[in-house]
């Protein structure tokens, strides 16, 4: 079935990115090669939130770095735990793209267990409390006040895995909400037809979602980098700490290229001031916040702090504003990427403690984070 569906998944994938002309398969060359290549043999399909970073290869090369030392990879924490993490990260987010993704490939996995409740949002209806207590805390990790009443009692090296997820979601549903649709089904499939389609998607997925996939096999995609002080969470998981460090460090040159630097400065000084709480729906906060920077710079100010606070109110408007002065796919990209990642490591910054050298604990009863679940 994998073989006969590929070709419709790209076709699919291609069609779905909005705003960006993404790299198509064919054309792919150098580093976009293999990141395809990667993508495709590890995750099963070029799916459209990775392949919508293809106009800016390094973007590109660290969003699939994140994604597949975190989720992917073979580690102490069992596929699923992860998928669910990650579904629940963007019900958090009002991410309907990838909950039905991702509570999919869960429902694929899991034979449906915590699938429904996930995709649902009704988290207190999952019967086992260990795993509805990661659920709860990947669903509020968003939130600093949400985050702070939750904590994993497990081993460091699982709860850095389950930040890893949350990061790497938190930085995704952001990219998501810019350039993608609500949903991958398309909106003129019959809404009786969609359930069979997502059940659908969970089979063509479970085969590379049950593959072992060797950890750090990414990495060497980019250049080494030290690992960044707010990405201390990672310690004591290799792969994951070097995915994260070569990642952060490729779309921080992005953000030097295409994003100046007023106005990384007044996005990073928002970030720290902000919690996470939503900012409405109004946008005259971000109107007020690009004020002082010089005309020119106001709209990637518009579309970076929109794009790391509050993804759901990019339209098409805030992205032509942009192009009228920087009219380049790599610049758009580079910029989204940037403000996406700042927005996502501030959120890891309120993740539990990890204690690498600290003593281990065993995970709470009825918690089978490191079991399969099938």
Known sequence: MGRILTPVARRSALSQVRHVSPVRPGAARDLVAGVYEQAERDFGMLAPPVILHSPAPESLAACWLMLRESLLAHGTVNRAIKEMVAAAVSLGNTCPYCVDVHSATLGGLARGRYAAEIAGDRIEAIDDPGVRRIAAWARGSG???????????????????????????????????????????????????????????????????????????????????????????SDGTANIAEAFARAAAAIDRGGRRSVPEPVRDLVTAELAAWNGAPTGLSRAWVTDAVSGLPAAQRPAGRLALLTAMASYQVDRSVIDEFRRVEPGDRALIELASWASLAAARRIGSWAPPVRPDGPRQAAPEGCPVAARIS
């Not at 350039?179 to 590379?208: K, N, Y």
């Open 143 to 233: 939130t600093r006040e949400t985050a702070a009443r939750h904590d994993l009692p497990l081993p460091a090296e699982q709860v850095a895995e389950l930040v890893g997820v949350a990061v790497t979601f938190q930085y995704f549903n952001r990219m998501v909400n810019v350039f993608l649709d609500e949903s991958p089904v398309p909106p003129q499939v019959p809404a009786g037809v969609r359930p069979g389609l997502m059940r659908l998607l969970g089979l063509f997925m479970r085969p590379a979602a049950r593959r072992v996939h060797t950890p750090g096999a990414s990495v060497d995609l980019l250049p080494a980098a030290p690992p960044p002080a707010d990405l201390s969470w």
